[in-house]
């Protein structure tokens, strides 16, 4: 597995503002990256990505995945942004992701 080796810009429409970034237009195909390649070290996540597909499925999918690898999925040095313009969306994928991570950083 290549944990933390790679940034990964899940967004059904936009391309991220510089290169380097691997993209998945949806949240299956961030899923099967994260599957195949590991937690990679940055995720800049859009909340809308068609239809009734959002981000909070790749994170929910990310916690699950840390759950079940006893907390060594995701990496300590992991950063994460969220560039969706909705508001909601966006406090939702912050909310979630930042709770886990802090629950789990308080436990170590």
Sequence with gaps: MHTGTYRLFIDDIRDPASEGWVIARTSAKAIALLETMGCPLEISFDH??????????????????????????????????VHSANPVGRENISGLLNSYLGHRTAED
């Design 48 to 81: 809308d990505l068609g239809g009734d597909d959002t981000g909070m499925v790749v994170v929910k999918r990310m916690i699950e995945m840390d759950l079940d690898a006893a907390g060594r999925f995701i990496p300590p040095e992991f950063f994460f942004s």
